[in-house]
């Protein structure tokens, strides 16, 4: 009988400790569970609100209808205004006795650019009419000079044509009026002005045709033969915008950071029409919504600092 209870003992023994077991298991899931839930709450309190983001710089803007300010960038040149240019040539041959101004200087109305000695052996003046700069030069003393060269040019540059290559396939968008935006890589200059002429013919070598704006150049900035990038505005209305630097690629999809309570909150939206600093919206925002604009990347690389650490 004592052998029959020693034998029993070892599967009592054992349904205890399943018991135990179970037990256990049963009391440290929903415990486990709590430290799960306790931890996702101590992680959004301490993530960054959207106070603490306007610390750092994060400025908030409003979406709503706007103007997406399209922009038709195509190459162009700078050029002396041929209507204030001025070829000088002898109004008698003659020999030139003596040449008193030279490329790059200044003249005023009146000015003797040189002095010619006629073929009877009159000496007379060669003077300019028009106030400008000597960009040109044909001349030198002992020279025999006829009515048909050009001894000097004169430009006023207090103007410049800047004329523009436009292409066929985008010519049919530019009309005389329209704002352009011009900027030279030489010096990081820039400067907006309007179309005033568009040429009603096409170059045959080329297959542009040229349009045309008339620049001020107080100081001389823009140097005729300097190539530029001209920036043909062409606004698009929409009833939906948002700055071009709110949009971020998170996923493959386009997002907005958007507030939503005290916090920011990616949301997917459809582009419409992109221009240079606004972007229209088709779906996933609307008019009043508020979003984080400026240095809005703040917002982004925080998200994804965030999921870095959540997944490690």
């Not at 709590?34 to 106070?51: L, P, V």
């Not at 040449?99 to 003797?112: C, E, I, L, Y």
């Amino acid at each position: 009988m004592r052998n029959l209870l020693q034998r029993r003992k070892p599967g009592v023994a054992m349904i205890r400790l399943l018991a135990f077991t179970l037990a256990v298991a049963c009391a440290v899931g929903p415990l486990k569970a709590a430290q799960e839930h306790e931890h996702d709450e101590h992680e959004h309190e301490h993530a960054f609100g959207i106070e603490e983001f306007q610390k750092f710089g994060v400025v908030l803007n409003t979406v709503s209808a706007g103007t997406v300010d399209v922009s038709i960038d195509l190459p162009a040149e700078v050029r002396p205004n041929a209507d204030r240019l001025s070829h000088l040539a002898a109004p008698f041959p003659g020999i030139v006795r003596a040449v008193h101004k030279t490329v790059g200087d200044s003249v005023a109305g009146g000015d003797v650019l040189a002095t010619i000695e006629s073929e009877n052996l009159v000496r007379y003046p060669l003077k300019t009419e028009l106030a400008g700069t000597v960009v040109d030069k044909h001349v030198t003393p002992g020279e025999i000079v006829t009515r048909e060269d050009h001894l000097f040019i004169i430009a006023d540059l207090s103007t410049v044509w800047v004329e523009i290559e436009v292409y066929l396939d985008v010519l049919p968008q530019v009309h005389e009026g329209q704002t352009v935006r011009l900027s030279s890589a030489v010096g990081q200059i820039e400067a907006e002005g309007t179309v005033s002429y568009i040429s009603p013919i096409v170059d045959p070598a080329t297959r542009t045709a040229t349009a045309r704006v008339v620049l001020p150049n107080s100081g001389g900035r823009w140097r005729p033969g300097t190539f530029v990038t001209a920036s043909i505005m062409d606004p698009v209305p929409a009833s939906t915008v948002v700055t071009r630097r709110a949009l971020h690629r998170i996923d493959g999809k386009d997002v907005v950071f958007v507030v939503d309570g005290d916090h920011f909150k990616p949301r997917t939206v459809v582009l419409g029409t992109v221009g240079r600093t606004m972007a229209q919206i088709h779906g996933g925002l609307a008019v009043g919504d508020r979003y984080a604009d400026e240095n809005s990347f703040l917002v982004k690389a925080e998200l994804l600092k965030g999921e870095a650490q959540h997944e490690h």
